[in-house]
T-cell receptor
Framework: AQSVSQHNHHVILSEAASLELGCNYS??????LFWYVQYPGQHLQLLLK??????LVKGIKGFEAEFIKSKFSFNLRKPSVQWSDTAEYFC??????????FGKGTRLHILP | KAGVTQTPRYLIKTRGQQVTLSCSPI?????VSWYQQTPGQGLQFLFE???????NKGNFPGRFSGRQFSNSRSEMNVSTLELGDSALYLC??????????????FGPGTRLTVL
């Protein structure tokens, strides 16, 4: 069955700490991978995406993610988080079958 | 360019009633998808419309329905509301058909509370 798993439901970090949010998926065929972010009181918006090419993808606000095909993973990273990164992060996997599956989200809370 | 808009932003209904939510996509976007967001469940796909036709449907009961108009605006309807329907309903638009291959642009959502 197709699925997306985000291992951490709630993460609390101090400012300047490094961040890694895990995302693993089960999906047949060629995949497209997304990270969306929902800041408090704002719309869900695209953070970054991977369709093909370099498996290390850079997104907005200093975020990056690495696609590791052998591990079925697409983890999100940021070397030094800021208080403004407090948000909920969603990993999503899509394919050419027009489906997209979202993970259940990770709430990130950054302590000032 | 204006973003995706949804109306109303908040709704309070009682069990058994029905509700209609509206979504206006970004100008030029022809695909509209609807999602139900609840704490702990993330985003659950409801359905997708493209060129006034429902292209895909998620695993929701028939009480959930939708439609798309010629100007790409979309509505979703929930009949015979249940307490479990309380959620944030998100609309997303994209330029082309293909939720799995195209970036989706989300609206602010409609917060539905069923009492």
């Amino acid at each position: 069955a197709q699925s997306v798993s985000q291992h951490n439901h709630h993460v609390i970090l101090s400012e300047a700490a490094s961040l890694e949010l895990g995302c693993n998926y089960s999906y047949g065929g060629t995949v497209n991978l997304f990270w969306y972010v929902q800041y408090p009181g704002q719309h869900l918006q695209l953070l970054l995406k991977y369709f093909s090419g370099d498996p290390l993808v850079k997104g907005i606000k200093g975020f990056e993610a690495e696609f590791i095909k052998s591990k079925f993973s697409f983890n999100l990273r940021k070397p030094s988080v800021q208080w403004s990164d407090t948000a909920e992060y969603f990993c999503a996997v899509g394919g050419r079958d027009d489906k997209i599956i979202f993970g259940k989200g990770t709430r990130l809370h950054i302590l000032p | 360019k204006a973003g995706v808009t949804q109306t109303p932003r908040y709704l309070i209904k009682t069990r058994g009633q029905q509700v209609t939510l509206s979504c206006s996509p970004i100008s030029g976007h022809r695909s509209v998808s609807w999602y139900q967001q609840t704490p702990g469940q993330g985003l659950q796909f409801l359905f997708e419309y493209f060129s006034e036709t429902q292209r895909n449907k998620g695993n929701f009961p028939g009480r959930f329905s939708g439609r798309q108009f010629s100007n790409s605006r979309s509505e979703m309807n929930v009949s015979t509301l249940e307490l479990g329907d309380s959620a944030l309903y998100l609309c997303a638009s994209s330029k082309s058909r293909g939720r799995g291959t195209d970036t989706q642009y989300f609206g602010p959502g409609t917060r539905l509370t069923v009492l």
